[in-house]
């Protein structure tokens, strides 16, 4: 069963416009979150995180959501540039699991110029 | 810092072969991570050492996987026999005290 789940195996925007990339959990012991992107040939790079106490998380460009009663978090960009364009990975941990991530399936976002 | 390294970048290998990822984590960082990517399972974590202890292999898909990390500065990934669906992207990442995971290159390995 998968525990952290990203339903939109892709996503296509317009540069200049907002990239909304969403991600559900199930394990109501996670408290930890983070977002991670790939570029092909290359692993994960980090992007953002967010801890179970807060909300909001920005920087930059970037923004993480997390509603804790959804259990939903999702990632924005504004304004998405077509260097963006990459697969976004959603993570979770919690805190008796000394930090190994759990993944979602991953979003592949095409910011078109 | 150089990050994770990992080696070789690319295995191509017959079915029955033995195969071995070597992964070199980041000086300093106490734990570290196998992760395996498919188009179908995403990214999974196949097991993970800290301070050179396996803590958790239940990724570990078979027996003929296994993983060592003799010492803070190496780990490798066995596969014995290797077999075709074992083909995937291979990911070793390491970090320290924080759950922030730092990612290899990765390994892709192709088994025919």
């Keep these: ?113 | 810092d150089a990050g994770v390294i990992q080696s070789p970048r690319h295995e191509v290998t017959e079915m029955g072969q033995e195969v071995t990822l070597r992964c070199k984590p980041i000086s300093g960082h106490n734990s570290l991570f196998w992760y395996r990517q498919t188009m179908m399972r995403g990214l999974e974590l196949l097991i993970y050492f800290n301070n050179n202890v396996p803590i958790d292999d239940s990724g570990m898909p078979e027996d003929r996987f296994s993983a060592k990390m003799p010492n803070a500065s190496f780990s490798t990934l066995k596969i014995q026999p290797s077999e075709p669906r074992d083909s995937a992207v291979y990911f070793c990442a390491s970090s320290l005290g924080v759950r922030k995971a730092f990612f290899g290159q990765g390994t892709r390995l192709t088994v025919v």
């Design chain 1, 1 to 113: 069963d998968q525990q952290v789940k990203q339903n939109s195996p892709s996503l296509s925007v317009q540069e200049g416009r907002i990239s909304i990339l969403n991600c559900d959990y199930t394990n109501s012991m996670f408290d930890y979150f983070l977002w991670y992107k790939k570029y092909p040939a290359e692993g994960p790079t980090f992007l953002i995180s967010i801890s179970s106490i807060k909300d909001k998380n920005e920087d930059g460009r970037f923004t993480v959501f997390l509603n804790k009663s959804a259990k939903h978090l999702s990632l924005h960009i504004v304004p998405s540039q077509p260097g963006d364009s990459a697969v976004y990975f959603c993570a979770a941990s919690d805190r008796g699991s000394q930090g190994n991530l759990i993944f979602g399936k991953g979003t592949k976002l095409s910011v078109k110029p």
